[in-house]
T-cell receptor, first 113, second 115 residues
Framework: SQQGEEDPQALSIQEGENATMNCSYKTSINNLQWYRQNSGRGLVHLILIRSNEREKHSGRLRVTLDTSKKSSSLLITASRAADTASYFCATNDRGSTLGRLYFGRGTQLTVWP | ETGVTQSPTHLIKTRGQQVTLRCSSQSGHNTVSWYQQALGQGPQFIFQYYREEENGRGNFPPRFSGLQFPNYSSELNVNALELDDSALYLC??????????????FGPGTRLTVT
């Protein structure tokens, strides 16, 4: 079963616009991670945010985490055509030393030139 | 590039056959996890190996098995292939210290098609 659920399922924007994707999950977590996947290839790790953090930045990426609402958001600013990909959130459950990740179905982002 | 490699890239097998997929972990990593990603879905956890032993398993039948070698490379074996086994198989390597797992880095995947 899947833990994280991304919203929207698909997002289409113009280059230069910002893209916001949301993730909701069900249980308490150690951390939440965002990944990007291009055309069914491998997953690229974007950012990890721990349960005691509220916001993290990496380049054009901004991730927020609200553990009270069990939700996270990924903001990509000034999007580029190369950002076109599927984006997944993945949670690591609290108390788990296994590091097992639970993924959602992803958001398909299309950025038009 | 994550430094995690997988082979082969693509594979076509017939129902009932057996398949072995390989993963080479990133240098310095001691843990490898395998995930199955069906078309249009997110990856699903199969199992994890740490120090050459299975360290946890998802909801997959025993015909999915694995190995981890002293150099931390790994194999995923699937026996009696079924059509539903068609998927992208991803391995992820990471470093475990003091019971805590660091970020996981994924390989490019092996696309398995079962006909």
């Amino acid at each position: 079963s899947q833990q994280g659920e991304e919203d929207p399922q698909a997002l289409s924007i113009q280059e230069g616009e910002n893209a916001t994707m949301n993730c909701s999950y069900k249980t308490s977590i150690n951390n939440l991670q965002w990944y990007r996947q291009n055309s069914g290839r491998g997953l690229v790790h974007l950012i990890l945010i721990r349960s005691n953090e509220r916001e993290k930045h990496s380049g054009r990426l901004r991730v927020t985490l609200d553990t009270s609402k069990k939700s996270s958001s990924l903001l990509i600013t000034a999007s580029r055509a190369a950002d076109t990909a599927s984006y997944f959130c993945a949670t690591n459950d609290r108390g788990s030393t296994l590091g097992r990740l639970y993924f959602g179905r992803g958001t398909q982002l299309t950025v038009w030139p | 590039e994550t430094g995690v490699t997988q082979s082969p890239t693509h594979l076509i097998k017939t129902r009932g056959q057996q398949v072995t997929l390989r993963c080479s972990s990133q240098s310095g990593h001691n843990t490898v996890s395998w995930y199955q990603q069906a078309l249009g879905q997110g990856p699903q956890f199969i199992f994890q190996y740490y120090r050459e032993e299975e360290n946890g398993r998802g909801n997959f039948p025993p015909r999915f098995s694995g190995l981890q070698f002293p150099n931390y490379s790994s194999e995923l074996n699937v026996n009696a292939l079924e059509l539903d086994d068609s998927a992208l198989y991803l391995c992820a390597s990471s470093f475990r210290t003091g019971g805590i797992l660091d970020e996981q880095y994924f390989g490019p995947g092996t696309r398995l098609t079962v006909t």
